[in-house]
C-alpha cells in the first residue's frame, strides 16, 4: 500500500502538484483610447480659450457599439475636423470616428459659398443624398513610427437649391480623402505634465468638389501628439496650437 501511495505521489509532482507557481498572466493591449464613461480631458489654445471633452455615455448605431463624446464650448469653425466627431469605437486594430455629420455639416457651410458670386443675393441651401455611414480610422494599432494609412475615402453628391425652388437645383459632387502617418515618436512637455513618449500623426485632407462640370481641390493638414492610455494632448491646425491642460481617466 504504501509503495502504491508513493508512487502515486510522485506522478502528481512531476505534473505540478503542490507547484506553488501560478500561470504567467496573458498579456494585456495597452488602452491606447480610453473609453471609460466620466474620462475628460480639458483643452486650452494658445489665445487661452479653454473647452472639454467627455465621455459620456454609450451608443449602438448600426448594430455597433460607440463611446458618446460631450463637448463643452468648443472652438467653432467651418473646415472639416474630424476630431469633433460625436461617436468613436475602439477595436483591437483601431480607433474609429464617425464622421457623417461633420461631412453633412461642412457641405452645407462650404459650397453655397463656391458659388455666391454668381448668385449673389439668393438664398442658397444644400441638399445632401444619403450616403454609407462613413467611418475615418484615427488610429490603427499598434502605433509604429513611419506607417501609413488611408484613413478616409468616401464620395457625397447633392444638389445646391437656389431659393428653396426644387426647380432650381445645381447638382455637386464631393470627394473627401484622408491619409495619415505617425512621423516621430518623442518626449512632450504640455500644460497637462510631461510626457516620454508621444506619437506625433499627420491627416492630410484632400476635398475635391465638383460643380458645373469643373473640379476645385481644397487641401488641410492637421497634426496631433497622441499618448497611449491618455489619448490627444497636442494639436496643430491651420488656427493655431491647442495642448491638454489637464484630464481625469476613469
Excluded at 156 to 171: F, H, T
Excluded at 178 to 191: G, H, N, R, Y
Excluded at 221 to 250: M, S
Aim: with cysteine; aromatic share 10%.
Amino acid at each position: 500500500m504504501r509503495l502504491i501511495l508513493f508512487m502515486l505521489c510522485s506522478i502528481l509532482l512531476l505534473s505540478g502538484c503542490g507547484s506553488d507557481e501560478t500561470p504567467a498572466p496573458m498579456e494585456q493591449m495597452p488602452n491606447y483610447f480610453p473609453d471609460g464613461i466620466g474620462s475628460r480631458w480639458i483643452y486650452k489654445n494658445s489665445d487661452g480659450y479653454q473647452w472639454t471633452r467627455e465621455v459620456s455615455g454609450k451608443a449602438n448605431i448600426e448594430g455597433k457599439d460607440y463611446r458618446i463624446f460631450k463637448d463643452t464650448s468648443p472652438l467653432a469653425g467651418t473646415a472639416l475636423d474630424f476630431l469633433n466627431s460625436t461617436y468613436y469605437r475602439v477595436t483591437p486594430n483601431a480607433v474609429i470616428f464617425t464622421v457623417s455629420q461633420q461631412v453633412t455639416d461642412y457641405l452645407q457651410t462650404e459650397l453655397p459659398k463656391a458659388v455666391q458670386d454668381e448668385f449673389a443675393g439668393l438664398e442658397l441651401t444644400v441638399a445632401v443624398e444619403p450616403f454609407a455611414h462613413p467611418e475615418l480610422v484615427f488610429l490603427q494599432i499598434p502605433l509604429v513610427p513611419n506607417f501609413q494609412w488611408d484613413a478616409l475615402n468616401i464620395k457625397v453628391s447633392g444638389n445646391i437649391i437656389l431659393q428653396n425652388l426644387v426647380l432650381l437645383q445645381i447638382p455637386f459632387e464631393a470627394h473627401i480623402r484622408v491619409k495619415a502617418e505617425i512621423v516621430a515618436e518623442s518626449p512632450l512637455e504640455t500644460p497637462a505634465g510631461n510626457f516620454e513618449k508621444t506619437y506625433r500623426i499627420e491627416y492630410q485632407t484632400e476635398i475635391t468638389h465638383t460643380l458645373f462640370s469643373a473640379d476645385e481641390t481644397i487641401q488641410g493638414k492637421q497634426t496631433i501628439w497622441f499618448i497611449p492610455h491618455v489619448g490627444v494632448v497636442k494639436i496643430e491646425d491651420e488656427d493655431g496650437v491647442t495642448e491638454l491642460a489637464e484630464y481625469t481617466l476613469t
